[in-house]
Every structure is written in C-alpha cells, then in structure tokens.
C-alpha cells in the first residue's frame, strides 16, 4: 500500500457502547451514511492478478488500410495495426483498517448481536462507501479525473435539460450504460422536463425505479460533488468487450469476503484487545476516451414558478 492509499482509522470498542448493542438496543446497529452504491453494481469487474492493469492501445486506428474488392487486378494494400508504446498502468489502490474489540466485551456483550460481527459489517459498509466515492472522485484513476477534455461539455443554461443529456449521448453513442448523477441533479432534470411536458419514464433495476431518459437508466449518487450549488452528471459505457469503463479488483486475498476485500485476524495483544485487519482493494480504468463524459456546469437549484 503506497502513503497516497485511502486509510480509515478505528479506536477499540468500550464497554459503554457495547452494553447499547447487548441492552437497549434490540435491533441491528443502523448507519445513516449507507447508499446502495449501484455505480460498483453496475460495472463489470476484472481480475488483476498481479496488481498492475495494464491498458494497450491502437496508435492510430486511421492509419490501417483496408480496400474493398473489385473485378479488376489492382495490388491490394499493406499494412498493420501499431500499438502505444508506453502504456498506461493502473495500480490497484488500498481502502484498509483495523478494527479493534476487547475481549472481555465480546465475552460479556455479544447477546442477541455478536459483537465482533457488527463492528466488521458497519466497517465493511463504511470502507465500501469510500470505494464508490474513489471511484468517482480520486485523483489518479477516478471517473472524473479520466474524461478526455474533448469529452466534458457543458450546460447551456445552467440547469440539466433534455438537450443537455442528448448531447452527451452524441459522445458515448456506442452502446451507452447509464448516467451517474447526485440525486439533487436527477431532481433538477425532472424540474426542467417537467416543464417541458415531456416527464422522463421509469424502470426497475435492482428492485427500485429509476428515471430514464432515451431509454438510458439515470443512477444516482451521493459522491457526485456539488460545488457552489452546481454539480456534474457522466454518461457510462462499460464493459471490457464494449471498450468501455471496467472496475479492477485483486483476486484471491487471503480472508476474501467478496471480490478485493479481504479480513484477516491479526491476534489479541497483551491488553486482551482483538484485532482486525480489513482491506479492499480496487481500481477503475477508462478503455477508450468516447467510454465516458460528462456535463459540466450543472446547477441543481434553478426552480420555475408556474402561474394559474
């Protein structure tokens, strides 16, 4: 893991909150901060074996020769396909903790709820929710830290119109997935279809229904920023055989509880404390520029006032 990595970090669990769980509470903890993170459920996951994801690409597709055949005896053309020679790899990144709980209150506080077992699940819930925001937002591999300039348009009049949407469609017009939007933004479009007359269908995906405009699914996320009253809205292709956007994932950790996540026992110290280690670790790569863009620019409290 390098010192750039996600790292959250976790105190010891005390006897006070302990006795909350085994006493007054009869239900599972609740956690206000869980979404259902659709955006890693809606990517397709490759296996990086050894770490490294490496992305090879054609120099110049315009440069392959092709000819259509005719009845005459003209010489046919020559050519071959040329790769980048430097390309780009993505490292997987690391989102780790440690989760530490005393013995004693394991021992005296694990009815009706195992003790152990709630602070692993809320800690794996939290360290999944900064999966789906790094996924969006970091730096080096984040969704939008990996739009080619050519492929960020922005709003013509501040808030989200149909128009706005269709042009983004005109950029990742092959076999487009889905809009990832913050869930203020999907309200503004409907304010402004709406007032249009034209109110976007629904689906169900997942067992919710979701808003769709040009039979495209708009998903919404709360990692989406919003800056000065004004976010961005990205249209996905994914998929590996589409050339799209795939998400990365280490296979085969030692303590695999699910695709790049891992938890490890690592022993009770001299204090009687139990440790924890958990790991999740992921990436994100964008196969081809037209795989993504987004709409810049997008102001997500324009109201219209309606006269009768």
């Not at 459920?41 to 770490?51: F, N």
């Not at 670790?281 to 520029?289: E, R």
Request: glycine residues 6%.
């Amino acid at each position: 893991m390098s010192a750039t990595d996600p790292i959250l970090q976790q105190t010891s669990l005390g006897d006070v909150a302990a006795r909350q769980l085994a006493i007054a509470t009869r239900t599972v903890p609740q956690m206000i901060t869980i979404s259902p993170r659709w955006l890693t459920q809606l990517l397709q996951w490759v296996p990086v074996e050894s770490g490294v994801y490496r992305l090879n690409k054609v120099k110049d597709a315009n440069s392959v020769r092709v000819d259509c055949s005719s009845r005459d005896e003209r010489v046919l053309p020559q050519t071959f396909v040329d790769y980048v020679e430097n390309p780009r790899e993505y490292n997987l990144s690391a989102v780790t903790t440690v989760v530490e709980v005393h013995t004693r209150v394991s021992d005296l506080y694990s009815k009706p709820y195992n003790q152990i077992g709630e602070q692993l699940r809320l800690t794996i819930e939290t360290i999944k929710e900064r999966q789906e925001s790094e996924l969006i937002n970091n730096k080096e591999y984040g969704l939008l830290n990996s739009v080619a300039p050519s492929q960020i348009i922005s709003t013509r009049t501040g808030a989200p119109t149909p128009d706005d949407l269709d042009e983004l469609i005109t950029r990742v017009w092959k076999e487009p997935g889905f809009f990832l939007l913050h869930p203020l933004a999907i309200a503004a479009f409907g304010r402004e279809c709406t007032r249009r007359g034209v109110p976007p269908p629904t689906i169900q995906l997942f067992g919710s229904p979701f808003l769709t405009w040009r039979g495209i699914p708009l998903i919404p996320s709360d990692k989406l920023p919003i800056v000065n009253g004004t976010s961005k809205i990205i249209l996905i292709r994914t998929g590996e055989s589409r050339q799209g956007v795939v998400g990365l994932y280490q296979p085969g950790l030692p303590g695999e509880q699910s695709p790049g996540l891992s938890v490890r026992f690592m022993g009770i110290n001299d204090r009687a404390i139990a440790s924890y280690l958990i790991s999740l670790y992921c990436s994100l790569a964008v196969l081809v520029d037209d795989a993504i863009a987004v709409l810049d620019n997008v102001e997500i409290g324009k109201y219209h006032e309606y006269k009768h």
